[in-house]
């Protein structure tokens, strides 16, 4: 089902940004929160991965080549401004666009009629309290 496609891309290039961007937080506090909520973005992604079957786990991973460039795009935007703020906000620019993926991919499950996992759903409520725990750091 695509949508658990969906989920295993988001929550493991999720996974990975954290990983990019924490070696840059200096603040014990907000790194911890990162390092929490990147394990439980990568155990939705096991309960995502389960779903699927072999070739679709393999269609849902991300390429080589997009991992590097995100790792490449994280270094350079923490190294110009490593400040609590910059940094809480890039990872609340990627949950956002987590958001967006997998509401377009709940919306054509609604349109077409089809029951949308109750893990989609749980996952755009972790999101929504991923990005209110930041807040606090903007």
């Known amino acids: 089902m695509k949508i658990y496609r969906e989920i295993v891309r988001n ?34 992604y096991q309960r995502a991965k389960s779903e699927l079957g072999e070739k679709e786990l393999e269609d849902a991973q991300t390429h080589p080549v997009q991992r590097a460039m995100l790792k490449a795009g994280v270094k350079m935007n ?31 499950l609604n349109r077409d009629n089809v029951e949308v996992p109750q893990l989609a759903q749980d996952l755009m409520k972790t999101y929504d309290k991923n990005i209110k725990a930041l807040r606090v750091y903007l």
């Open 78 to 108: 923490a190294s110009f401004d490593n400040s609590n703020s910059h940094l809480a906000s890039m990872l609340i620019d990627g949950y956002n666009m987590g958001i967006t993926s997998v509401q377009k991919c709940i919306n054509e």
């Open 11 to 44: 929550t493991a290039m999720g996974a990975q940004s954290i990983d990019n961007i924490v070696g840059y937080i200096e603040c014990d506090k907000l790194k911890n929160l990162a390092l929490s909520q990147k394990e439980v973005m990568e155990d939705f």
